[in-house]
């Protein structure tokens, strides 16, 4: 499957998804699909805007929307991250995102959270990946991919998504280390 297509599908299901949870909220009980199709077109085009804007893959940012909350814009972990990327309220409130489950501002905040472990980390996906799940520090502290078997396996999971050689999340070389002073 082409990319493009890929993305495509990814970016329908997730606004097929969205539309029973936030959507379907703001309709309030009517039928009228013309509210849900001009939400669909503007979050698409918000995705790809924010992915753009940041020099982040829209494959990616659906990828780990899909993985952290399933689509859900109301999601809430266990753990208390939430919406659509699973912000946890202190990493949402140092990126300015004063609503997690407002689907715009969270793709926003979490698409600029992405880029910031993506400097931090050269781009090294599994470790930005890692980092993302675990939190940085995790990945500082473990030197590389902690050793978290939930984090790999969402590492795995999204780089399958991505069509990507999982094996680089357990390659050694692959791992980060600091650079030296």
């Not at 609503?99 to 600029?112: A, H, K, M, Q």
């Not at 999971?157 to 280390?177: E, G, H, N, V």
Request: overall charge positive; hydrophobic content about 40%.
């Amino acid at each position: 499957m082409s990319p493009g297509i890929r993305c495509r599908l990814g970016l329908g299901v997730l606004l097929l998804t969205m539309v029973s949870g936030y959507v379907a909220s703001r309709v309030a009980g009517t039928h009228d699909r013309s509210h849900v199709i001009n939400v669909s077109a503007a979050l698409d085009a918000h995705i790809k805007d924010v992915a753009n804007r940041y020099g982040v893959s829209a494959d990616l940012v659906v990828a780990i929307i899909e993985a952290e909350s399933s689509f859900n814009p109301r999601a809430v972990s266990r753990r208390g991250a939430r919406g659509l990327m699973q912000l946890m309220p202190e990493t949402a409130a140092s990126l300015g995102v004063g609503d997690s489950f407002d689907p715009r501002e969270n793709i926003e905040g979490g698409v600029r959270h992405l880029r910031a472990l993506m400097d931090q980390f050269d781009n090294n996906l599994p470790l930005v990946l890692a980092a993302y799940n675990a939190g940085r520090q995790a990945v500082i502290d473990h030197r590389g991919i902690p050793p978290y078997r939930q984090t790999r396996q969402y590492v795995s999971r999204i780089l399958r998504r991505l069509d990507l050689d999982d094996a680089k999340a357990s390659d050694p070389s692959q791992r980060w280390r600091k650079a030296s002073s």
